[in-house]
């Protein structure tokens, strides 16, 4: 019997109904591919491929195969690799997807380990191959993706999923429905790719320093996150029509595009 692997952060899904819902979530049709992360036992791999043309899936471990493939038997529109996600290429993973005459909508979809969610969710949304990213994750990390400014859970990574994709939660799913159960309860979010709202060089080093130091006044936390002295930084905010006392957790991104025109000139 299968033992899940601590160290690859596995927790398989075990309910159908969950793994139908989250398929239906995805928007996942027969006009889509479908790249999938961490097939497990591939419950949700199947519920995916009865509703898109076809499905990608990669796991990680290799001990896992045979009963995946095993599990998967029935469906010929899905196609098994293995491989290290956070390691995948996911521009030529898409390529995969262009044979013949019809173009498929491309779509991602994954129940992402723990212990990887935001190093990944990051190298998916960079990637900027998806349409819609649909993921279930902690729920507490659900919350900071889609923060506002002023609350508690909003920070530096807010910003940078917010900056690429309208970001929403879709339902939360209770431990019970994993095996072996987590201690937390989960959150099916999907992330609609868009026009990224700031395109300017400096934004994640900007928002990376506002929120290093997050109970600092905005203008000290820059100057020590730039290397700028305070008046410089002072003159900026205030030509920007901000506080310099006020911190970066208050900021909208809006606010923070116009810092970086500011320094620009």
Not at 51 to 73: G, Q, T, W, Y
Not at 123 to 140: H, N, S
């Amino acid at each position: 019997m299968y033992k899940a692997k601590k160290y690859f952060g596995q927790n398989f899904l075990t309910d159908p109904k969950i793994a139908d819902k989250i398929a239906e979530t995805s928007g996942a049709d027969r006009d889509c591919g479908v790249i999938e992360i961490g097939a497990g036992r591939g419950i949700l791999t199947a519920a995916l491929a009865r509703c898109a043309a076809k499905v990608i899936s990669l796991e990680i471990d290799r001990e896992l195969l045979p009963e995946l493939v095993e599990n998967l038997k029935e469906y010929d529109n899905i196609e098994i690799i293995n491989a290290d996600a956070r390691k995948a290429d996911y521009a030529a993973l898409c390529a995969l997807f262009k044979t013949g005459e019809k173009s498929l909508r491309l779509i991602l979809c994954a129940n992402l380990p723990y212990n990887i969610t935001t190093p990944l969710l990051a190298a998916i949304l960079e990637a900027d191959c998806f349409e819609r990213v649909t993921v279930m994750i902690q729920r507490e990390v659900a919350q900071r993706l889609c923060a506002e400014a002023g609350t508690p859970d909003y920070g530096a990574f807010s910003l940078f999923v917010q900056n690429r994709a309208e970001v929403k939660t879709a339902f939360t799913v209770p431990p019970g429905c994993f095996t072996p159960a987590p201690k937390v309860t989960s959150a099916v979010v999907t992330l609609e790719r868009i026009p990224m709202r700031c395109t300017h060089p400096m934004f994640e080093r900007v928002v990376r320093a506002a929120f290093a130091q997050r109970r600092k006044q905005l203008v000290n936390a820059l100057s020590a996150g730039l290397s700028l002295n305070r008046s410089a930084i002072t003159e900026v905010l205030t030509s920007a029509g901000i506080d310099p006392q006020a911190r970066g957790e208050t900021l909208t991104l809006e606010d923070f595009a116009r810092i970086c025109e500011g320094l620009e000139k």
